[in-house]
């Protein structure tokens, strides 16, 4: 047996999150994500409502009465920008897979006409909402 030590084998790192600088097109993905197990729990939450509906006017009683509380408000905003923002983030990936947008600047503009739009387009479902 030799008794030299063994020695240290130098294995290269991973990228680590601060080796990355933060872009708007890495923001929207991990927002996507995000909003995408935002929607399987906000889910659950339309299909309480369907069963309360089925079940009767005292089911239906109490999910009309916590929808339309500020927090049942705050919630199904949350979740009407949420599924916007996943769709829109749905619609740019499909433009990727069509080899289109990849280019540095356009998937950046895209990145951020995803986010104002989903903004935009969710004030403009709720004020539509509140005006009926």
């Known amino acids: 047996m030799s008794d030299a030590a063994p020695t240290k ?3 290269p790192l991973s990228p680590h999150l ?7 097109t890495m923001a929207m993905s991990i927002l996507h994500r995000i909003t ?3 929607l399987y729990f906000g889910t659950v939450l339309v299909v309480w409502w369907l ?7 005292a089911a ?3 999910a009309a009465w916590f929808f339309g509380s500020i927090l049942g ?7 009407s920008w949420a599924l916007i923002h996943h769709m829109l983030g749905g619609i740019r990936h499909f433009v990727w897979d069509t080899g289109h947008g990849l280019q540095k ?4 503009k895209l990145a ?21």
């Open 73 to 79: 408000r705050l919630v199904l905003f949350g979740y």
């Open 60 to 62: 239906f009683g109490w």
């Open 18 to 24: 601060t080796v990355y600088r933060f872009q708007p």
């Open 9 to 11: 084998v130098v294995r």
């Open 36 to 38: 995408g197990a935002a």
């Open 51 to 57: 069963v309360a509906a089925a079940s009767g006017p």
């Open 105 to 108: 600047e356009t998937s950046t």
């Open 112 to 132: 951020l006409a995803n986010l104002a739009g989903s903004i935009l387009l969710t004030l403009i479902l709720w004020i539509v909402v509140a005006a009926l």
